[in-house]
C-alpha cells in the first residue's frame, strides 16, 4: 500500500516538520488520515500527534502561513486547531488537529480518562483499532516512514477491525469505542474480528455511560454509508442496540399463528434503508425508512382467520416520530417534521390503485404531502421487499401510473404547496366577525370543495360556494 498526497497536504507536512525541528520535538501524522489515504478514501481531517507542546507547534505552523489561518486552542486538553487551504478536499479545506502525545488511565464509573504526557508508543497504545495506530513521520531523520506497532497495515489489507490491545480492556476504558468499530465495519466495509466482537458482546451495559450526543453521532455516521443495514445488524447482533434504540428491536422477529406468519419486520427496515440509500444521501429521508413501520409492533394483532394485522401502524408511528427525535437529541424542527409527515403518509400511495387513483385522491395526496411528496414516493418504492417478482413488477408499475397521475393534476390543478384562495381573514373581514369555528368551517367546505373537484381552485370559483354556503350559516357580508 502506498500513500498519495497532494501538493496542499504534502507542503503542509513539510511546515510542520520544519517547525517541530525549530522547537526539538517529534511530529507525526497518525490515526484515521493515515489509515484513508492508504485505502485511497477521501479525507479531509488530519491528526498530527507532538511529542511536545501542541499548542505552540499549532501557532508556528499557522505563522508558516499566508494569509495566516486562526488557531483555535484548548489549555486544559493541550489541543490546538487550523484550516489550511486544499482544492483537492470537498470543503476545499484542511481541517488539522494537533495534540500532545499522551497515556490514559480510566475509573470504571467514567470514560473521560486521566491524562498524562507521554511517548509516541503511548499515544499509539491508546488508539482504538489497529487501522488507526498507523503513524507517518514528520521528522527530519526518518521523514516519510510509516510506524505500524499493530500491524494496522495487515489489517488493513485483510480489511480487518480488531483493538490494539485487550479488546474489552479497550471497550470498557471508552465504551463509544464499541460503536465506532460497528460504525467502521459499516463505512470501510471491514469485518470486526471474532474476539473483538465478542468483547463488543460482553461489554455491551457500558455504553449506558456514554451521552446521548455521542452515541447519536455514531448512528448518523452509520446511517450515512453506502449500506447502513450493515451497522444496524452488528448493533442488533452484539446486544447495543437493544439498549440505545429498543423501538427498533422491538420490530424484530416473526410469529406464526394457525399457519399465518408476518415477516420479520426489522429486516425489511433494514431492506427498505438499504434500498434508500441507494438513491439518496439524505440523512432525514433515511431516518424516515428507519421509522416508517416503527408503530407495527404497539398494534401488531392477529386476526382468525384472516391473519395478521397492523391497522393504524402509519399514525401510531408518526406519534413517535417526536419522541424518539428528543430521546436522539435529534432536531426538533421542520426535519422532525418531514420524517413524522413520511412515517404517517407511507401507505397512501401503496393505497392507490387503477380503480381508485381518481383526481380527488391525487389532490388529497399532493395537498398532505406538498414539497415532499417526491421524497414519498422514493420511500414508497423502497419499502417494496417482497421476493416475489411478478408482486414487485406489479407495485412498481402502479408507482409509475401514481407518478403519472400526479403529474398531470398538479399541472391541472397547482395544489403541491397549495393554500386556499380564500383565508380565514378574509372571511372574517367579508362578513364582520371575529376568529370562530364558523370562520373554520367554511374554509373546511371551501378545502374540501376545490381537493374533491366540485369547484376549480380560482379565487372566483372559491368565493362564490363561500358565499352559497354562508347564507345557511346565517352570516352576510358586511356593507
Not at 498530527?48 to 499557522?62: E, K, M, R
Not at 478536499?89 to 480510566?106: C, I, N, P, Q, W
Not at 434503508?273 to 425508512?289: C, M, P, T, Y
Request: aromatic share 8%.
Amino acid at each position: 500500500m502506498q500513500i498519495s498526497c497532494s501538493e496542499s497536504e504534502l507542503s503542509l507536512f513539510r511546515k510542520i516538520g520544519h517547525a517541530a525541528a525549530s522547537m526539538q520535538v517529534e511530529a507525526y501524522v497518525i490515526g484515521g488520515f493515515v489509515r484513508d489515504k492508504l485505502i485511497d478514501r477521501s479525507t479531509d481531517d488530519v491528526d498530527i500527534v507532538c511529542i511536545g507542546n501542541a499548542i505552540d507547534l499549532a501557532h508556528l505552523v499557522a505563522a508558516s502561513f499566508t494569509p495566516r489561518p486562526a488557531v483555535s486552542f484548548f489549555k486544559n486538553f493541550g489541543t490546538a486547531h487550523i484550516r489550511v487551504p486544499d482544492p483537492g478536499t470537498k470543503t476545499g479545506m484542511l481541517d488539522v488537529e494537533f495534540v500532545g502525545a499522551r497515556k490514559e488511565s480510566y475509573r470504571s464509573a467514567s470514560r473521560k480518562p486521566e491524562v498524562s504526557a507521554g511517548s509516541l508508543k503511548d499515544d499509539q497504545n491508546r488508539r482504538d483499532f489497529t487501522i488507526n495506530a498507523l503513524a507517518i513521520s514528520l521528522n527530519e531523520e526518518n521523514y516519510g516512514q510509516l510506524l505500524d506497532p499493530f500491524n494496522g497495515l495487515k489489517d488493513l489489507a485483510d480489511r480487518w477491525i480488531q483493538t490494539p490491545l485487550d479488546p474489552l480492556a479497550t471497550f470498557n476504558d471508552d465504551p463509544l469505542r464499541m460503536l465506532r468499530a460497528i460504525r467502521f465495519a459499516t463505512q470501510l466495509g471491514f469485518r470486526i474480528n471474532p474476539e473483538t466482537f465478542d468483547a463488543i458482546r460482553e461489554d455491551a451495559p457500558r455504553i449506558r455511560i456514554i451521552s446521548q450526543e455521542r452515541i447519536t453521532e455514531e448512528i448518523n455516521k452509520i446511517i450515512s454509508a453506502a449500506k447502513p443495514s450493515v451497522g444496524f445488524d452488528l448493533l442488533y447482533q452484539a446486544g447495543l442496540l437493544d439498549i440505545i434504540f429498543p423501538k427498533m428491536t422491538e420490530l424484530a422477529g416473526a410469529e406464526y399463528i394457525d399457519g399465518h406468519g408476518h415477516k420479520d419486520n426489522f429486516y425489511h427496515t433494514l431492506q427498505v434503508l438499504d434500498n434508500i440509500s441507494e438513491n439518496s444521501d439524505d440523512l432525514w429521508l433515511r431516518w424516515a425508512a428507519i421509522l416508517h413501520d416503527i408503530g407495527k409492533p404497539a398494534t401488531k394483532k392477529f386476526e382468525k382467520g384472516h391473519g395478521w394485522t397492523f391497522h393504524g401502524h402509519e399514525v401510531v408511528g408518526g406519534r413517535m416520530v417526536p419522541k424518539i427525535f428528543d430521546q436522539f437529541k435529534l432536531p426538533l424542527n421542520e426535519k422532525m417534521r418531514f420524517v413524522r409527515k413520511l412515517v404517517e403518509l407511507h401507505l397512501r400511495p401503496i393505497g392507490l390503485n387503477k380503480e381508485n387513483i381518481t383526481d380527488s385522491a391525487i389532490r388529497r395526496l399532493l395537498f398532505d404531502a406538498g414539497e415532499d411528496i417526491d421524497s414519498l414516493m422514493m420511500l414508497c418504492e423502497a419499502d417494496i421487499t417482497s421476493k416475489n417478482k411478478q408482486k414487485v413488477k406489479k407495485y412498481l408499475e402502479n408507482f409509475e401510473l401514481v407518478r403519472s397521475r400526479l403529474a398531470t393534476v398538479e399541472e391541472k390543478d397547482r395544489i403541491r404547496n397549495w393554500q386556499p384562495p380564500v383565508t380565514g381573514e378574509m372571511i372574517m373581514e367579508i362578513f364582520g366577525i371575529k376568529p370562530s369555528r364558523q370562520v373554520g368551517d367554511l374554509k373546511k367546505m371551501i378545502r374540501e370543495a376545490i381537493l374533491e373537484g366540485e369547484i376549480e381552485n380560482s379565487y372566483e370559483a372559491a368565493f362564490r360556494f363561500m358565499m352559497e354556503k354562508a347564507i345557511s350559516m346565517d352570516l352576510k357580508p358586511v356593507k
